[in-house]
């Protein structure tokens, strides 16, 4: 796989990140009943940095989970070997609450219609919003983003790499080009 281009660098990420932030504070009035959900496993990271802006723009601490959607997936039964199955760690009633689901990227939906079918298991939240880092397209499902850092389109032949310190140790997005 080669690299073909940068489309964020940390400081486009962290403005990206304050930028969704303040777009969910206002859609949602405030932060009364509002909670982050991330899906594993980036989507946990951006989910606890958005919960930090949140903090410094509305002086208020954001419920924030983590969710993991492995056992869910529609691909479930292509998948070759032992499924790796992590911590789902929601500590707090979803019920009633503006939850926002938080994912790296958005592409074909499916990862998204997984999130929703677990959150099931934990209860019914007033409204489900989403938020993601990159909407890449090319979707399958009737999914859109309510909050987007970027919109890159890119060709079915490339991959959306989302890299961040936690994970990677530097906060990137690059596409990458199928050999």
Known sequence: MKEKAKILDGDAISRAIMRIAHEIV?????????????IRNRGVYLAKRLAACIKNIEGKDVLTGSLDITLYRDDLALASGQPLVRKTEIDFDINAKNLVLV???????????????????????????????VDRGHRELPVRADYAGKNIPTAKDETVEVRLKETEGIDEVVIVAKN
């Open 26 to 38: 206002e859609k949602n009035k405030g932060v009364e009943d509002l909670c982050l959900v991330g």
């Open 103 to 133: 994912d790296d990227v958005l592409y074909t939906g499916r990862t998204v219609r997984a999130a929703l079918d677990a959150l099931v298991d934990f209860g019914r939240p007033k409204s489900i919003q989403l938020a993601v880092l």
